[in-house]
Nanobody, 121 residues
Framework: QVQLVESGGGLVQAGGSLRLSCAAS????????MGWYRQAPGNQRELVAA???????NYADSMKGRFTISRDNAKNTVYLQMNSLKPEDTAVYYC???????????????WGHGTQVTVSS
């Protein structure tokens, strides 16, 4: 079993900042990609940002320059620094990891339960 614990969500005014964290634990030999997704009411879940084990990053266009994803491999933790937040950033933010249990086992995706981010105008 793999558990993901997200934290750092909350209510912030437009222009403010939040830092999300997602710590993975359980039956983990190694983690490949880690990422953040979000889902607003009535919308599909969308990619916010992703990062490989080596540190290569990928961002959705609307987040470039405002959000920064990072990870601590020793702590199996991924972070999302969100600056210049806008009301349209309001959503539930989910982390996802791709991990394997043993050296030669397959990678599987795991999702967190989500953390609410609300940006007021």
């Amino acid at each position: 079993q793999v558990q993901l614990v997200e934290s750092g969500g909350g209510l912030v005014q437009a222009g403010g900042s939040l830092r999300l964290s997602c710590a993975a634990s359980g039956s983990i030999f190694s983690i490949n990609a880690m990422g953040w997704y979000r889902q607003a009411p009535g919308n599909q879940r969308e990619l916010v940002a992703a990062i490989t084990r080596g540190g290569s990053t990928n961002y959705a266009d609307s987040m470039k320059g405002r959000f920064t994803i990072s990870r601590d491999n020793a702590k199996n933790t991924v972070y999302l620094q969100m600056n210049s937040l806008k009301p349209e950033d309001t959503a539930v933010y989910y982390c996802k990891i791709s991990s394997r249990r043993y050296y030669n086992s397959a990678f599987y995706d795991y999702w967190g339960h989500g953390t609410q981010v609300t940006v007021s105008s």
